[in-house]
């Protein structure tokens, strides 16, 4: 039996009734938006910081953070007002114009990236594809790749957004499923293997696309010293190494960037999700002059890339970032939360593994999928996500309290006893 089998499989659990109000709004849901998503069967309707509330006025921990983008907490008091103070000012004017707010936040992220250009977008992937394009065209205009012949290198088990040319990348056969054909030039290597990289390069190699760790392929860490081989390959073979910091960057592994840990300065960087704040989405491409330059004025745009409201909740973020110390903080509750998950000793956890507070508890499919343990701590009163069918994602807002991520220690433990003793009665 595979993982994706074992996801549905749950031995004694009955999940908390759902309000009439409750159902309802799902049943709307259902009947008339795309069925492309499976929500777990909460409808929420209030956030404050770590904590959400649904219609029903029952309370949740929030251990997963949108994927991250609620990295500073929900309605962040600081990041609300920046949002307001700015939208009543003025909130969107295309680049077609200059405006007040956008240069603080690109000199923001040249400084704290240690790079210096910055393209600023909205979604993640539409970031990704800003980097593909310079890439490709760095190829040709810099390194001297005939045009149109650009190879670009990512890893199995990657995540980089859902637009036709991110998904080309993707080694998961249900993101690809029916949406071909994809554009060619790209192609996958073995995650954390640094040598396959040195083989996989070819003299049309543009760049090499990487998450440091990766995020929805299951909280995987690569070996030690991975991303700093990889980036000395890179430099050998003239082939710019691309960071997908979309989920790891601003202090979710307790680095400004996960990079960082390798001590890796990229010659570029993708940013997004907590660059919104928790409010809106934001994102970006940050590289080097000699990336940058291959951008001229019509190339490339955005209608809402840049825009002040954007900008001024991004600058707020950032400000968030540094003044809460929420970099150091990742890092020091992350080692703490990794160790006391680590002592899980569960016969049903195979591995707790992560970095900063992006730790994954992956389950062994042999008993149970992650979803019926998401699901046993829903009704408990935790949020967390299933990735990957094996691994329960925990990633908490950089400033959740001590005490709220120490209840929810004590929670997820009674969850595996509870899931340990219904296996043994079914047995
Ligand atoms: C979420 C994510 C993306 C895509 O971002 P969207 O805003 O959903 O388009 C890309 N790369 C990584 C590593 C991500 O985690």
Redesign the pocket.
Same mark, same amino acid.
């Given at each position: 039996m595979t993982a994706h089998d074992r996801a549905g499989y749950e031995p004694a659990f009955r999940p908390l009734p759902l309000s009439e109000a409750a159902s309802g709004l799902i049943a709307r849901e259902k009947a008339c938006g795309a069925n492309n998503y499976d929500p777990l069967p909460v409808v929420l309707s209030r956030g404050a910081g770590s904590w959400l509330a649904d219609i029903d006025g029952r309370r949740y921990l929030d251990l997963m953070s949108a994927?991250s983008a609620v990295s500073f907490g929900h309605a962040h008091p600081r990041i609300v007002a920046a949002l307001v103070a700015q939208a009543q000012r003025l909130g969107v004017t295309s680049r077609a114009y200059h405006n007040d707010a956008l240069p603080a936040l690109l000199e923001r992220l040249a400084r704290l990236t240690r790079l210096d250009r910055v393209l600023p977008a909205n +979604? +993640?992937?539409?970031a990704?594809e800003t980097a593909l394009k310079a890439a490709r065209k760095w190829g040709h205009k810099v390194k001297g790749i005939p045009d149109g012949r650009a190879e670009i290198i990512a890893c199995d088990g990657n995540?980089?957004?859902?637009t036709i040319a991110v998904i080309g990348l993707s080694t998961e056969p249900q993101y690809r499923d029916g949406f071909g054909p994809f554009p060619p030039g790209l192609s996958t290597i073995p995650y954390g293997d640094a040598d396959a990289l040195a083989r996989a390069i070819t003299p049309r190699t543009a760049a090499f696309l990487v998450?440091p760790i990766q +995020?929805?392929g299951g909280i995987v860490v690569p070996p030690e010293g991975y991303l700093a081989r990889c980036a000395e390959i890179c430099r050998e073979h003239r082939v710019l190494l691309i960071c997908?910091e979309?989920?790891t960057g601003l202090g979710r592994t307790g680095r400004f960037l996960a990079s960082e840990h390798d001590g890796v300065r990229p010659d570029a960087v993708i940013l997004?999700?907590a660059l919104g704040g928790g409010l809106l989405?934001v994102?970006a491409l940050v590289g080097s002059n000699d990336l940058m330059q291959v951008f001229h004025p019509g190339d490339h745009g955005s209608t809402f890339g840049g825009n002040p409201l954007a900008a001024a909740v991004a600058i707020a973020a950032l400000d968030v970032l540094e003044d809460e110390k929420l970099v150091a903080r990742s890092a020091e509750l992350g080692a703490w939360l990794l160790e006391e998950l680590q002592d899980l000793r569960s016969p049903i956890v195979r591995d707790v593994r992560g970095r900063g507070l992006f730790v994954g508890i992956e389950v062994d499919a042999r008993y149970i999928g992650a979803r019926p343990v998401v699901d046993r701590l829903l009704a408990r009163g935790i949020l967390s996500k299933d990735t990957h069918g094996t691994v329960v994602r925990i990633a908490p807002p950089l400033n959740i309290a001590r005490e709220d991520l120490a209840w929810a220690v004590g929670q997820i433990r009674a969850t595996f006893r509870e899931i340990e003793r219904d296996l043994k009665r079914a047995a």
């Open positions: 994927y +979604g +993640g992937a539409e990704v995540f980089h957004g859902r998450e +995020g929805e997908d979309i989920q997004g999700k989405p994102s």
